[in-house]
């Protein structure tokens, strides 16, 4: 059918009210018709709806080459700005909402409307029937919260240049200040429990930061209340003395997207979407006697978790006492018990956070090595069997080079030493000579540094 057919009203009127209610078409009367139906006789058949109005959406998003993503679903465009208008908060000195002359009256109400709540409306000016661009250069500025643009002036036609915009609006942004807390990175949270002080040692940077706020003072007598802990509180003091902030620029800083994810959405998911479990395991066989028992947990097929590994565990089964702790500790069930009774890390599923060698109870029978020392992920037991002389001169081959662990700690206990170790440095160097222990600290264990906004 022609299209025009499809609107009955056009065989006898030319339709010229197309901004407030578009001419009916016999499809909409049709869908209209057929809601009605179905409210009458399923009774409130909400997903049902629902679902069309995510095709509906989704059909719309193609016409206007936008992902459905881009894509609002309201009863008006002024419903919609109304909804987004209402969540700003203006109470701050951002406050300026730039609008066009262009705008269709009941947008700009919207937002004259929330001078109530501390907005500042400013409108760009028309010359004749265009709005040139310098006018929305001169009103965006670091004070501005939005720019509310049509992209199409409903008097007139004209158009306005929409990426232009966005990218004025988006460049003008509040010089910042940046604070930069120097401390040595841990890892702390990432496989491994460490105290690294982290919570204290922010505590000492907003107090420098924002001495408003609280002051170092009320910071160490807090922590001294709530953890007596005297190295916390000498941390927090330390992160105090050493934060430093500088002002980030709005030119500065790269404009690209690091990241950007799509993340599946609701209608795509199966009906009844589950995450299946692992399946249990089975015994397996010893390839030096045949003899079939232990356990070997099934992995998961397609998630691999050592793709993460920056170190991998290394065991020495001649001196292994089958304590079972490693099995036990393991965050991530690795270890596959044999049918002799040992324990062997299955390299399929260790994402290398060392807690096996920090709760092995004998010395060396467990050592982190860096993962560029491996090839593959082969059985170590499954070799050890094999042959255990060789296995011998390949593990003293692999653990001859014992670097620091690039996280997580050897031994129970180290980190407090380190930690106690590291403090007594920086207090002899605060007593004299500071800055080199400070360079020492943070160049011997690399630099990391923690942003905020002040
Ligand atoms: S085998 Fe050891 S290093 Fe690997 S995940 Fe388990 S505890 Fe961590
Ligand atoms: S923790 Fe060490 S001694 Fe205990 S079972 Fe594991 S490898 Fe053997």
Redesign the pocket.
């Known amino acids: 059918m022609p299209m025009r057919d499809r609107f009955p009203i056009l065989q006898k009127k030319t339709y010229f009210n197309s901004c407030s209610q578009g001419a009916l078409s016999i499809d909409v009367q049709q869908a209209y018709a057929q809601y009605l139906k179905d409210w009458d006789e399923k009774g409130s058949p909400w997903e049902l709806w629902v679902e069309r109005s995510e095709t509906a959406r989704q059909a719309f998003a193609g016409l206007i080459n936008a992902d459905a993503n881009e894509v609002a679903d309201c009863t008006s465009v002024s419903a919609g700005v109304s909804a987004l208008a209402s969540a700003l908060d203006f109470s701050g000195a951002r406050n300026k909402v730039v609008v066009s002359d262009f705008e269709f009256p009941t947008i700009a109400q919207i937002w004259h409307a929330q001078e109530a709540r501390g907005a500042r409306v400013v409108h760009v000016p028309a010359a004749g029937n265009v709005i040139p661009l310098e006018r929305f250069a001169d009103a965006i500025d670091e004070r501005t919260k939005i720019v509310s643009i049509t992209h199409v002036c409903f008097r007139n036609g004209s158009k306005l240049d929409v990426p232009a915009i966005v990218e004025m609006a988006h460049r003008k942004e509040t010089p910042y200040k940046l604070a930069i807390v120097k401390a040595i990175p841990s890892f702390s949270g990432l496989w491994v429990y460490k105290d690294d002080h982290t919570e204290v040692r922010i505590l000492g940077a907003i107090a420098r930061v924002l001495p408003d706020l609280f002051t170092i003072e009320s910071v160490e007598q807090a922590i001294m209340e709530e953890w007596n802990d005297p190295l916390k509180a000498i941390s927090a003091r330390k992160s105090y003395d050493r934060t430093t902030t500088r002002t980030v620029q709005p030119t500065e800083g790269n404009p690209e997207k690091p990241y950007e994810f799509t993340f599946p959405k609701w209608w795509e998911m199966r009906e009844g979407v589950a995450i299946p479990s692992i399946p249990m395991g089975a015994g397996f066989g010893d390839p030096a006697t045949g003899a079939v028992g232990g356990y070997r947990p099934d992995r998961n097929p397609t998630f691999k978790k050592f793709s993460t590994r920056t170190m991998r565990p290394v ?3 001649d ?9 036990l ?1 393991c965050p991530d069930s690795c ?1 596959d018990v044999t049918p002799d009774g ?2 062997d890390a299955n390299m399929d599923a260790c994402c290398g956070c060392g807690v ?1 060698e920090a ?4 010395t060396n ?2 050592t982190m090595v860096n993962e560029s020392e491996f090839a593959n992920n082969a059985s170590q037991w499954e070799m050890w069997k094999k042959d255990k002389a060789v296995y011998k001169t390949w593990l003293q081959q692999k653990i001859a080079v014992v670097p620091e662990r690039s996280h997580g700690f050897r031994f129970r206990g180290q980190y407090e030493e380190q930690v106690a170790t590291l403090v007594a440095e920086g207090l002899a160097g605060a007593a004299g000579g500071g800055e080199e222990i400070t360079e020492k600290i943070v160049s011997d264990a690399g630099e990391a540094s923690a942003g905020g906004v002040e």
Do not use: E, G, S
């Open positions: 065991v020495d089964f001196t292994c006492v089958k304590c079972t702790l490693c099995w500790q270890f040992f324990y096996c709760v092995c109870p004998v029978c467990i």
